[in-house]
Every structure is written in structure tokens, then in C-alpha cells.
């Protein structure tokens, strides 16, 4: 009896980081986004962790961090549009981890494959955003 071999997909993805005072270029990992083409798949996802941005900066403005993270998760779940404003998800994916200097950053693009986009984000999200593991 053949095993089964599920497909593998390659995708990319930036950690979402929030930096509450930017001149300090500290930052506490609060989201992740992921693009997988093959499937066109792009979504985001956010965990804003209050208590760690405030021991990093007790001044941060964590409303306007939270209100920043959803607006990326929303950008991601928005309909691709026509040529004239996108050229689809990886034009997105592109405009949403582009480099900026604000009080949510992307970082670099990185890469990984998968067999299932919704759960590598899932793995992402507690690897790379959740609590430090002992």
C-alpha cells in the first residue's frame, strides 16, 4: 500500500513588530503575516501582548498599535482589485511588508513550506508572537 503524500506549498512571511518609540528601535512581536501564491493565500494575524509593550515602553500608545494590526488582518482578507490598484495578493503581500518607520514594522521576509498555509500561520503566531517558551 503507496503512502499518500500530501502536497507542500512554499510560502513567505514577515513578523509584525511593534515599536513604540521609534528613535529606541525596541520592539515586541505582536502579529505575522503569510503569503502562499500557489494557494493564493495572504492573511495576518495579531496578538498585541499589553503587558510586554508597556515594560518596553510605559508611554506606548497600544490603541494605535492594536488599531495598525487591524488594519493589516483586514487589508489581507480585502478582495485583490483590479490591475489599476493591485497587481493581485503578491503586490499586497509586497505593500504590507514593505519597510517603514512607524510604530508597526514588518521584518524581513522569510520563507518556509507547508502543507496547510492556515496552520503554518497558527505555528507562526505561537512560535514567533506568543509567550517565550522555557
Do not use: K, W
Amino acid at each position: 500500500m503507496a503512502a499518500v503524500t500530501r502536497p507542500r506549498f512554499a510560502f513567505q512571511y514577515a513578523v509584525l513588530r511593534a515599536v513604540p518609540r521609534v528613535d529606541r528601535g525596541e520592539f515586541v512581536n505582536v502579529g505575522v503575516i503569510i503569503y502562499c501564491q500557489q494557494v493564493q493565500f495572504l492573511r495576518a494575524a495579531v496578538a498585541i501582548d499589553q503587558v510586554r509593550l508597556r515594560a518596553l515602553a510605559p508611554d506606548a500608545d497600544v490603541e494605535a498599535i492594536q488599531t495598525a494590526a487591524e488594519a493589516i488582518v483586514a487589508a489581507c482578507r480585502e478582495d485583490v482589485g483590479s490591475a489599476r490598484e493591485n497587481d493581485g495578493l503578491a503586490t499586497r503581500f509586497g505593500m504590507l511588508t514593505a519597510p517603514r518607520s512607524t510604530m508597526l514594522q514588518p521584518s524581513p521576509i522569510h520563507a518556509g513550506m507547508t502543507h496547510h498555509p492556515e496552520r503554518a500561520l497558527a505555528d507562526l503566531m505561537g512560535r514567533l508572537v506568543g509567550p517565550p517558551r522555557s
